[in-house]
């Protein structure tokens, strides 16, 4: 491709632009563009002929706010309210509609904050997540103080209407594949949905037909969790569209999503049956599994492991690429190690751990070989995923405390770790067992049983000693 050619998502980032008013201007003629194979593409040249133009006509207050198509300086002295509005050392930046300021966190993190005044007149501070500079923090500060000026007038704000199959389109491009490790599942999910709702105007889509779309799904035998998924992914999508100025409100936020305190699944692997899995394992597949056994770690971030996140001197391995985005680090017991180890001897000069040997490249899927050694072993209804609450439930179970097991899981809160914190049915019968007067007499039967034997009866007494401590 012509490296002078740019595409919707390059031109949004060079003119700090949201996507969607690229696609606007595109559509109304407002900024020269070409059809390559399908794709819309911006001439460079023209691109730059085209803010010479209109150099002049940077603010539109017709939107309330001025968005960032100039540089941040002359934003900042066409905006920014004080005489020290353009000092170096400011921390806080006042645009007479609102404000963005810096604070640190305890642990000296710099954060990015926004404060406005909402539809109601009440003040409102926060965090911008994942905001990198000011021109993310101002964008947002424009976006909210937007909504609130459309919430208070009602009447005077307007909304796009757009196609449904066609802002799928420009969702999936412009927000979930680039902020969405997962947005392929985004991409299966919402074709789903344009199947059902076909060709409709988006602000057409009501609750009824999303609850038409749920009956659907559990007809075609989807668990209630699976349900759930879907729906949030399309939550997400109307709460983009109303940033984007696509939609008015959030259809879905009236729709009940499924319980699923009855879906979860406890499944845990006895000693005995990770014994047959492990001998019935194809001999790629058994380490993999041990890593899962005795790290808790999930199979994406098995599958991803490099030798470089290994530490051997210290024993710990560094998750980077995580579910939540937060790495983590995970201590590597001795069995584990000497696995590792044996690994790293055979190794060649590959940067992943786990390789297809036919493909010389990192695996991508074990369910085929996972479920042939499953079925070999003659377990039932296990999942890999389960490898990993195998691993916490153990924890728990040999007393190791919540904190420490929500640590090495990399769980956001405590609240997700406590659904490990279930015994097995022969635990529940010991707890219960104690509580048997018999229970609490036995030290005292036990000093008198071993004072009635000879010294010389030392297996005898290891025979009661056991009997008397076991329970059955």
Not at 91 to 100: D, E, I, L, M, S
Not at 303 to 310: A, D, P, S
Not at 400 to 422: C, P
Request: net charge positive; proline share 3%.
């Amino acid at each position: 491709m012509c490296k002078s050619l740019l595409t919707v998502k390059q031109l949004s980032s060079f003119l700090h632009l949201h996507p969607n008013t690229i696609y606007k201007w595109k559509d109304q003629g407002k900024i020269p563009w070409f059809d390559i194979n399908g794709q819309v593409r911006f001439e460079k040249a023209g691109i730059e002929k085209f803010i010479e133009k209109n150099k002049r006509k940077h603010t539109d207050f017709s939107q309330l706010l001025p968005r960032l198509d100039i540089s941040l300086e002359k934003y900042d002295k066409l905006m920014l309210k004080g005489e020290s509005a353009l000092s170096k050392k400011l921390k806080r930046w006042n645009y007479g509609f609102g404000a963005v300021y810096i604070r640190k966190t305890k642990q000296g993190k710099e954060r990015w904050y926004i404060d406005y005044r909402d539809e109601n007149g009440k003040r409102v501070q926060k965090v911008v997540k994942n905001a990198q500079q000011r021109e993310d923090t101002l964008i947002e500060l424009q976006t909210k103080v937007a909504q609130c000026f459309a919430k208070e007038h009602p009447h005077i704000a307007k909304t796009e209407k757009i196609r449904f199959p066609k802002f799928v389109e420009m969702y999936l491009e412009n927000y979930a594949k680039v902020n969405k490790r997962s947005w392929k599942d985004d991409f299966y999910r919402l074709r789903k949905f344009i199947e059902l709702f076909g060709n409709v105007q988006l602000h057409e889509i009501s609750p009824f037909e999303i609850e038409k779309f749920k009956l659907a799904k559990l007809s075609d035998d989807l668990s209630k969790s699976t349900v759930n998924r879907y729906l949030a992914i399309l939550k997400r999508m109307f709460n983009v569209a109303i940033d984007w100025g696509y939609a008015k409100e959030n259809p879905v936020k009236r729709v009940k999503f499924y319980p699923e305190k009855d879906n979860l699944k406890e499944r845990i692997l006895t000693e005995k049956e990770e014994d047959r899995l492990l001998e019935a394992s194809s001999e790629h597949l058994r380490p993999i599994l041990i890593v899962a056994l005795n790290t808790g770690m999930r199979r994406g971030e098995i599958l991803n492991l490099k030798w470089e996140n290994i530490d051997f001197q210290a024993k710990e391995i560094l998750v980077e690429n995580t579910k939540s985005g937060r790495p983590r680090t995970i201590d590597i017991n001795s069995h584990l190690l000497n696995k590792l180890v044996k690994l790293k001897n055979e190794a060649q000069d590959s940067q992943n751990v786990f390789l297809n040997p036919k493909t010389g490249k990192p695996y991508k899927k074990l369910q085929t070989s996972f479920n042939g050694a499953r079925r070999r072993a003659g377990i039932k209804n296990l999942r890999f995923h389960d490898l990993r609450h195998t691993f916490a439930s153990r924890l728990v179970e040999r007393g190791v405390d919540l904190i420490r097991v929500k640590e090495l899981l990399g769980h956001s809160s405590v609240k997700i770790t406590e659904r490990y914190t279930h015994s097995n049915q022969e635990g529940r019968k010991k707890a219960v067992e104690l509580l048997c007067r018999e229970s609490l007499n036995k030290p005292k039967i036990l000093e008198n049983l071993l004072h009635s034997c000879d010294t010389d009866e030392g297996a005898k007494k290891s025979v009661i000693v056991s009997s008397l401590f076991s329970v059955n």
